[in-house]
Structures are given as C-alpha cells and as structure tokens.
C-alpha cells in the first residue's frame, strides 16, 4: 500500500508518525534508528523561520513509499501587511496545512494532457492548432503539444492577463493570440503561457473544465481528498494565506489563488491554481515513482511515465526539461543531482523532488510569499534540504 499507510487511529506508537488526524504512517525499518540524523533537517527550517526567510513550512521525505520524516514547522498565518506587523492570532503550520501549491500544478496538467495521449485522442508530435483552432497566426501552427510540455514553444514567458477587462474567457483568448518570441524547438522559456494553453486542450478535448477533468481523472483515483482548485470556504482554516497584493489591489490573498494570472482566469488554469497538502502531494510524486499507479489504480501507463522523464531538450543551453517535470537541477535538487532526479517548483516556496534511482522523494511547502514576495530567496534553503536528505538516505 502506498506510503506504508496502516489505518490506525488515536496515539501513534513507536516506528509511526502521523501524517493525518486518523491516519498513521509506518517508517521503514531501522528508519527510527536514525532519528537525531534528521536533526539537520529540523534545523534548516527553523532557521529559516527565525531569520524570516519563511513563516513556517512542512516537510516530508519518503524512500520506497515509505514515509522517513514529516514535519511542519512555524506559521501558516503570522502576518498582516508586512514581515513586522503580526496578526492577532497567528496561525502554526501543521501536517495537514493545505498550501496554494502554485506551479507544482503544471505537474497536474501536464499528467491530464498525456492521458489524453494514451486515450489516443491528441498526439504529442500534432500541431496545437488541430485541437485548438484558434491557436493560430505569428508563426504558431508549427507548435506541438510536445512544445508546449518541454517549454520549447517559443510562447513568452508570461502576459499581465489581469490587467485585461471583462471575464475569464477574454483574458483567456488573449493567452491563446499571444505571439511566440522564439521559433519553436529552438530555446527553452518557461512559459505559463504555454501551460494556460495546454490546460484550455484538456477542456475542449475532454469536454469537461480543467478542474473537473483533474478531480474525475487524477485527485479522486489517488485519494487526493485535500487537493483543489478553488478550495470550498470550509477550508480557510487550514490553508496558509500567501501575498497581501497590492497590484491588482486583492488585500491578504487567503483561500483564494496568489497568481494574478490564474486568479484572472477564475481561479482554474493548467499553470497554477490548485491548492494541497504535503500527504496528497506524496500520493502524487509515489504514482510516478511506481510507474503510473497507486494502490491497485493506474492513472498512467508506464511508458507515458517514462517518457515525461526523458530528457526532451537535448543541446538547448539551460534547459534540463522532460514533459512537465524538470530534470538535473542542483540549485533545488542537490548538489549530486543527475539525470535520475525530476521535481518542480512553486512560486509561493513549494517544491518536489523525486530521485528515481534510490526511491526517495522531498516535498517542501511553503508560503514564502505571506506577507510579500519580496522576501528573502528561499533556494539556498531548498538544496539544503535536498543534500541533508541524499546524505542521510544513503548511509
């Protein structure tokens, strides 16, 4: 079972941590031997909270879907409109803190569109313009979906759609006319151009919204029950407030989606807008470790798996690029990563990284952007966490 999950309720006993109210862990053997080893990682994030570099933060590590360590750490909620004035009732973080995950939803639409793939209802190497017959014009009818996964396509990196008036759906059209800045397979730009497009392919093709499609075809088959776009108000209490936006003018962005542009198109987009916790985000990144599937259920075949990590970018300078997932990134992976590691990262402080080598995965959450994004960087804190792990893993 995935995660080592035992269904056991109340107090936890000695070789579990609890990750849920109801739901205990199980570590994997001689893991609880190790327990001061993990100090290091304990003392990276709470450095990090008291220098202000985050207001708090949960961490999980797992090896083999077995879950090593999971621990929150500081606020969820501590400030109102800057690093010094606090809230009246500050917030901690728990395990069960659900974050606005940002562009770690990439990873989500990017699983949707090779659905479709193995579906047979898109192909990967067809023009855009075929399943979307108002991508067109500015060169555009050479992009492929392959593009548009790898961020080859040439589309810029971003466009301020909030600042267009009138309803999603105009803010949208301006994202699909949006004219390529390079000619396709010849420079990799992280594009959430390319990714607005990419989630609008999965609506017209499934013939369902984005966000419908997601929780039918990859939140409900992995048990993904904290995971959301638009979280329902019922879960304020336990989402971790990010910005206090002043363009466009929003206050303290709390439930509600902290990427303008995502927020623009009415909270659901295949760039950014889903919402979750460290506990579901594990059930995601185990899926790709195991191939595709997760307790007895298949969501992708494993040759689609495969095919995500494959290195798709080959001789394009900086760009380490499978289908959604990145690949080789020491600045947030660790200083030995290679070829075999695959994560992303999120705006707001979230990140995940999968070593498909050894079976170990790290997630980082965090609201690094609560009360501003102009906070200190948190990358240095990131490949902290990354080396601490590989070289506790692998003793």
Same mark, same amino acid.
């Given at each position: 079972m ?5 269904? =056991?309720?109340g107090?936890s006993?000695?070789g579990?941590v609890?990750?849920?109210s109801?739901?205990m862990?199980?570590q ?5 031997m190790k ?9 990276i ?6 220098? !202000? ?6 961490v +999980?590590? *797992?090896?083999? !879907?077995m879950?090593?360590k ?6 969820? *909620?501590?400030?109102?409109?800057d ?7 500050a917030v901690?973080?728990t395990?069960?803190t659900?974050?606005?995950? /940002?562009?770690? =939803?990439?990873?989500? =639409? /990017?699983t949707?569109?090779?659905q479709?793939?193995?579906q047979?209802?898109?192909s990967?190497?067809v ?10 014009g ?14 080859t ?7 301020p ?6 309803p999603?759906e ?9 004219k ?17 497009v990419l ?5 017209r ?20 029950s ?7 108000s019922?879960? #304020?209490?336990?989402? *971790? ?11 303290l ?5 902290h990427d303008?542009?995502?927020?623009a198109?009415?909270?659901v /987009? ?10 579901d +985000?594990?059930?995601?990144g ?5 191939e ?12 689609s ?8 970018t ?10 959604g997932?990145?690949?080789?990134q020491?600045?947030y ?6 070829g #075999? ?8 402080g979230?990140s995940i ?9 790290l997630?980082v ?16 804190m990131?490949k902290? +966490? /990354?080396?601490?792990v590989? #070289?506790?893993?692998?003793?």
């Amino acid at each position: 079972m995935l995660l080592g999950v035992a269904m =056991t309720i109340g107090v936890s006993v000695k070789g579990e941590v609890p990750i849920l109210s109801s739901i205990m862990i199980r570590q994997p053997e001689g893991i609880e031997m190790k327990q001061n080893k993990w100090n290091e990682i304990d003392g990276i994030m709470q450095q990090a909270v008291e220098k !202000g570099v985050i207001p708090g933060g949960v961490v +999980l590590v *797992a090896r083999n !879907g077995m879950i090593a360590k999971v621990q929150a750490y500081g606020w969820a *909620a501590r400030y109102r409109e800057d690093r010094k004035t606090l809230l009246p009732q500050a917030v901690q973080a728990t395990t069960n803190t659900v974050y606005d995950v /940002a562009s770690l =939803t990439k990873l989500f =639409t /990017a699983t949707a569109v090779m659905q479709l793939v193995e579906q047979g209802r898109i192909s990967l190497d067809v023009p855009v313009v075929r399943y979307l017959s108002d991508f067109t014009g500015e060169g555009k009818e050479s992009i492929t979906i392959r593009h548009l996964l790898s961020h080859t396509s040439g589309l810029p990196a971003n466009l301020p759609l909030y600042r267009t008036p009138g309803p999603p759906e105009k803010r949208l059209r301006v994202a699909m006319e949006a004219k390529p800045v390079a000619t396709p397979g010849t420079r990799c730009i992280y594009s959430d151009i390319g990714y607005m497009v990419l989630g609008e392919l999965v609506h017209r093709v499934s013939g369902k919204s984005l966000d419908q499609y997601m929780q039918e075809q990859i939140l409900q088959p992995l048990s993904m029950s904290s995971t959301a776009f638009r979280p329902p108000s019922t879960w #304020k209490a336990r989402i *971790a407030p990010t910005e206090e936006q002043t363009v466009p003018s929003r206050g303290l962005v709390w439930s509600e989606v902290h990427d303008e542009n995502a927020w623009a198109l009415g909270g659901v /987009a295949g760039h950014a807008g889903l919402f979750s916790t460290v506990s579901d +985000l594990a059930r995601f990144g185990q899926m790709f470790l195991n191939e595709g599937s997760l307790d007895g259920v298949r969501v992708l075949h494993p040759s689609s798996v495969r095919e995500m990590f494959r290195l798709q970018t080959p001789g394009l300078p900086h760009a380490n690029r499978g289908l959604g997932w990145e690949l080789h990134q020491p600045w947030y992976m660790g200083e030995h990563a290679d070829g #075999k590691r695959a994560g992303h990262t999120g705006f707001t402080g979230t990140s995940i990284v999968l070593d498909r080598e050894t079976g170990w995965m790290l997630i980082v959450l965090t609201n690094r952007v609560h009360p501003t994004r102009e906070g200190p960087s948190i990358s240095n804190m990131r490949k902290r +966490l /990354a080396d601490a792990v590989e #070289k506790i893993i692998e003793q």
